[in-house]
């Protein structure tokens, strides 16, 4: 059985929660990724940052994102998945909460991130395309 961890790209980054909006985009830069997970002191996934986020939830609101920070912009119920769920556990926790990354979390610790080109990567045509159908046609 293939497996998160199997699809996942490893070395995801937390942004702790007290972080501001303009080193989280930073951190994006340097990472070259679209989405950080937040965490809290305890190293507990809180939410997720996406670059949309600072720019449609910050920018765009006339917010300075040096005095905004990450915890401010965590929304509802963080989303996740065990590194050891299969693939069509991976698929329907995207499309039932139509979320487009996910964080991988083993041992209560964050080891990576699936995102849609971690998806493209590893499923075939017929099983992405279905998976983009259920998820983008209900948006």
């Known amino acids: 059985m293939t497996t998160a961890k199997d699809i996942m790209h490893a070395g995801a980054q937390w942004i702790p929660m007290h972080e501001t909006l303009?080193?989280?985009?930073?951190?994006?830069?340097?990472l070259n990724v679209g989405a950080l997970p937040i965490a809290d002191a305890d190293e507990r996934l809180c939410g997720i940052l996406t670059d949309r986020d600072i720019v449609v939830g910050c920018v765009a609101m006339g917010h300075d994102p040096a005095k905004i920070t990450a915890g401010e912009m965590a929304q509802g119920t963080p989303r996740w998945i065990?590194?050891?769920?299969?693939?069509?556990?991976?698929?329907?926790?995207?499309?039932?909460?139509?979320?487009?990354?996910?964080?991988?979390?083993?041992n209560k610790r964050l080891?990576?991130?699936?995102?849609?080109?971690d998806l493209a990567r590893h499923l075939s045509d017929e099983q992405l395309a279905g998976w983009m159908e259920r998820v983008y046609a209900r948006g």
């Open 22 to 30: 303009d080193r989280a985009a930073q951190l994006m830069r340097e």
């Open 82 to 106: 065990d590194a050891g769920s299969g693939v069509e556990d991976v698929l329907q926790e995207m499309e039932v909460h139509q979320i487009r990354r996910l964080p991988v979390i083993e």
């Open 111 to 117: 080891v990576g991130m699936i995102s849609e080109a």
